[in-house]
């Protein structure tokens, strides 16, 4: 008998991916028995057929060879439709699918990647995108587990064909491993900090020239695992001693510095479900009524013990992947700026706080116009003012925060960090996103020590 697929509440309307699937699984459960009669298919047998092929592959463990023979003996598109199911099931119903369907997910990653499956980048990047940040669970670390150990056990398949989803491990394990060196004494993530250090150092090592596509966010990540031993060496080879990394070209930090990181890559560290969620209160939500959408955001997902690192993520995302139209912009949906004020109050832990101000000044260090989105860092100097003068605290720490990265972040590039915050404050008003930084020179409510240091940085004021 076939395994339920989702856990459903019997107050909740059943899911209509999940019915699709079960009502096929139902309807050809007969044909799915060898032998199997193989004809040539129309488009909407195939369809169904596929559709049943992966309710049984997922709901029936015992018979998944047999299920996976008949979906090779069918198969037409290079498995593209079979891959493309498997996405959607695990981006729609992963939180709600039992525990023995979770376990057939891995199963069916890696027969995929066995078969050279069309769309196994996107399968292996939904998956990353289930690891929530800052949760300790055994079923998120078994999945965190699962997933690392595919990375290292598929690397010679995945660097020849599918070699930007190894950067999309780096940028997940890097952030992942930060959350997990936090918890300390904790004998269940030995194992997978293990797993992790060896990915990450590996591609690090082996692959630098890929390693770059990530751009100036995989110095960021790396920073905050200098305290480990493996990670202490390749920092200072990346800072002191470049020669050491595998590029076709002598490498100097001011590449990475230069290259902005696409935004797709913040994704990685924001569930689907985050990221709906999110993006409906930047949508459909007015300013002034989003109190009761931001309680309930929190008590989803930031309430358990550890959550609040999740911030960091979602600052990211907010800044960097999420880029609202002009007419979002100038309706009253609540902006940007706002969430990412309340996120940064939220805080409770000076560490947490401190890498959050990073994650949303961290474009302003090297912007440059001509590759950079001004989107990516007008919510800082928008929170920055329009905090004045009820939120003046506000004002006072992402001011004093970003003089403290200018002088202290990379003094051997001070020149770059100070060219690219003078640039972003020049194109921020030159773009109109503020008529002018009088509103910060001018505030009495600011610092005068403070004021003056502004002063005396940006050039005529």
Known sequence: MALKLIKLASFKAENPTELSLRQAFELLEPKLRPPFALRLLNPEEYNLLIKAILYGVLCEPHLAKTHFKHLHAIVSDGYGLFVSSVVQVVNELYVNLV???????????????????????????????????????????????????????????????????????????????????????????????????????????EQFSLCLKIGRDLVRLLQDLVHLPEFRAIWKGLVLNQGEFKTPALFDISQLYYTATPGWYALLRITPEMETQLRFLLSYVNLGSQKLYQVWFAKKFLSEPHRETLIIDIVRFICCAHHPPNEIIQSDVIPRWAVIGWLLKSCTRSSVSASVKLALLYDWLFFDESVDSVMN??????????????????????????????????????DIIVKGVLSSFSVLVKKGVIRSLDVLTCCDSLSPILRKRLGSFLPGK
């Open 377 to 414: 860092i007008e919510p800082a100097l928008l929170l920055m003012a329009y905090s004045i003068p009820r939120y003046i605290d506000v004002t006072h720490t992402l001011l004093e925060f970003l003089f403290l990265l200018v002088d202290n972040y990379d003094v051997n590039h001070h």
């Open 99 to 205: 525990e023995p369907v979770k376990f057939q997910l891995i199963s069916v990653a890696i027969e995929m990647i066995d078969v050279q499956a069309v769309g196994v980048h996107g399968l292996l990047v939904c998956l990353l995108r289930q690891i929530v940040g800052g949760d300790f669970s055994d079923g998120n670390l078994w999945l965190c587990f699962e997933l690392v150990s595919i990375f290292l056990s598929k690397w010679n398949y995945l660097l020849e064909v599918e070699p930007m989803i190894l950067t999309s491990g780096l940028y997940s394990f890097l952030r992942l491993l930060a959350d997990h060196c936090r918890l300390s004494s904790n004998p269940k993530l030995e194992a997978l900090k293990d797993l992790e250090i060896e990915f990450c150092v590996r591609l690090l090592r």
